[in-house]
DNA sequence: TCAATACTGAAGTATTCACTTGACAATTAA
DNA sequence: TTAATTGTCAAGTGAATACTTCAGTATTGA
């Protein structure tokens, strides 16, 4: 409601994207430049169909970007998922930074 | 294997703790001083047991420290699976920057 | 001692999830 | 036009997940 772009990022879903190696490991070989669906499927050992149904959660909360041209579907790394990721780490930060703060219970953490 | 902390924790489960609401409302609760199991439990509308069930795989990845003393177990916010988050972040930020950076790029995201 | 409190453990269930197969559509190349 | 490439859609499967209930075990208070 407040964001420059029109998307409206849910972080429940770039958690739960995030949660899945293969989504993570698209994201990390997006992270290197733009690429098609099937090579980004082919050092993955899945379908070109598991490979879109991922691409399709990616998009959804804002991690990656698709374009369709003829019939090449280019994927890129996307902002908005990242940037809901980065807030919401900073809307907690205050509460782990106090607790750090805390020696005694730090030290027992560490067993 | 290189920090103070003795626990090592898989980015894979912070991402999966936190993919669920009710674990991230837990966490939420936590950010705002300790609580017991039973207390945790009470606004959400559901069993203690799913809420130990849930505080097990918080702890598991750092993002919860508990202890048990007589027989009330007191939770608190940890500090390893907020570090392992932020470090994950750290470690992608130059891929979605670099493409921020590309305005055509990102007013075509924005559309 | 007796009962309430606070949690734990095992087992079951309904749903979600990551994947597959197989059939198809659209674009590009020969 | 024909054939290969690239991706999409629908439906199904097995495993994981978020719960539940029920039966227990400690601990605490009266």
């Known amino acids: 409601m407040s964001e ?3 998307k409206e990022v849910s972080i429940k879903r770039v958690f739960h994207a995030l949660g899945d190696a293969t989504r ?3 994201v990390d070989r997006l992270s290197e430049g733009p690429a098609s669906v099937s090579r980004l499927a082919a050092p993955l050992n899945i379908t070109v169909t598991a490979v ?6 990616l998009e959804e909360c804002g991690l990656v970007h ?4 003829g019939r090449v579907r280019t994927c890129r790394i996307g902002t908005a998922g990242f940037a809901a990721l980065q807030q919401w ?7 782990w930074e106090r607790r750090l703060d805390r020696l005694e219970d730090f030290l027992d953490e560490e067993e």
């Open 4 to 6: 420059g772009a029109g």
């Open 24 to 26: 993570r490991a698209i």
């Open 52 to 57: 879109a149904q991922h691409l399709q959660i």
């Open 66 to 69: 698709t374009e369709k041209v």
């Open 89 to 95: 780490i900073n809307d907690h930060r205050s509460s």
